[in-house]
T-cell receptor, first 115, second 115 residues
Framework: GAGVSQSPSNKVTEKGKDVELRCDPISGHTALYWYRQSLGQGLEFLIY????????KSGLPSDRFSAERTGGSVSTLTIQRTQQEDSAVYLCASSLLGQGQETQYFGPGTRLLVL | AQSVTQPDIHITVSEGASLELRCNYS??????LFWYVQSPGQGLQLLLK??????LVQGIKGFEAEFKRSQSSFNLRKPSVHWSDAAEYFC?????????????FGKGTKLSVKP
């Protein structure tokens, strides 16, 4: 079956612009996760969705970052007023929940470059 | 606080030699443990996971890992390395419960394979 997909694959933007990153999880997966991977910081957790609600937003680095999930499926991560330090690979993952099913499957990522 | 340590940043082995990548974790409860592999420009691929039961788990591509509670370790092994195994390897612990749902990753170990 289809895995996790993300779009765009690459995004180049200018400092101060807003960007939207999209994630399509594996069909039927109730949980969705966003992570950021950068050279200096490794893999960092950003946010976690159960269905359409986000019980854990603890990893969002600033109020410029927000995310939503609609219909228990697609999620969008929005970065407002981008800064150069936002340049990174943004990874999305999805999983089932409960009874030892919490294995996260990752998408290919979106590479964001802020000039 | 939960954490994962991968002591080796970079390892080089000869093709056909055995491999062991080290991983130590800090977690208060019985952990969910994972190994992922990332090839350049790619997302994270799951190699294997431990949730409970047999402490020696088998994964894809001939990899195995052993959970040792007394040492808080989950080391990854392969008896004979192939050139295609060159990649970066990440150990992770799953944190679930209450409002939490995420993976905490180690910094990764980059594997190079000599012909």
């Amino acid at each position: 079956g289809a895995g996790v997909s993300q779009s765009p694959s690459n995004k180049v933007t200018e400092k101060g612009k807003d960007v939207e990153l999209r994630c399509d999880p594996i069909s039927g997966h109730t949980a969705l996760y966003w992570y950021r991977q950068s050279l200096g910081q490794g893999l960092e957790f950003l946010i976690y969705f159960q269905g359409n609600s986000a019980p854990d937003k603890s990893g969002l680095p600033s109020d410029r970052f927000s995310a939503e999930r609609t219909g228990g499926s697609v999620s969008t991560l929005t970065i407002q007023r981008t800064q150069q330090e936002d340049s990174a690979v943004y990874l999305c993952a999805s999983s089932l929940l409960g009874q030892g099913q919490e294995t996260q499957y990752f998408g290919p990522g979106t590479r964001l470059l802020v000039l | 606080a939960q954490s994962v340590t991968q002591p080796d940043i970079h390892i080089t082995v000869s093709e056909g030699a055995s491999l062991e990548l080290r991983c130590n974790y800090s977690y208060g409860a019985t952990p969910y443990l994972f190994w992922y592999v990332q090839s350049p420009g790619q997302g994270l691929q799951l190699l294997l996971k431990y949730f409970s039961g047999d402490t020696l788990v088998q994964g894809i591509k001939g990899f195995e890992a052993e959970f040792k509670r007394s040492q808080s370790s989950f080391n990854l092994r392969k008896p004979s390395v192939h050139w295609s195994d060159a990649a970066e390897y990440f150990c992770a612990v799953g944190v679930y419960g209450g409002s939490q749902g995420n993976l905490i990753f180690g910094k990764g170990t980059k594997l190079s394979v000599k012909p």
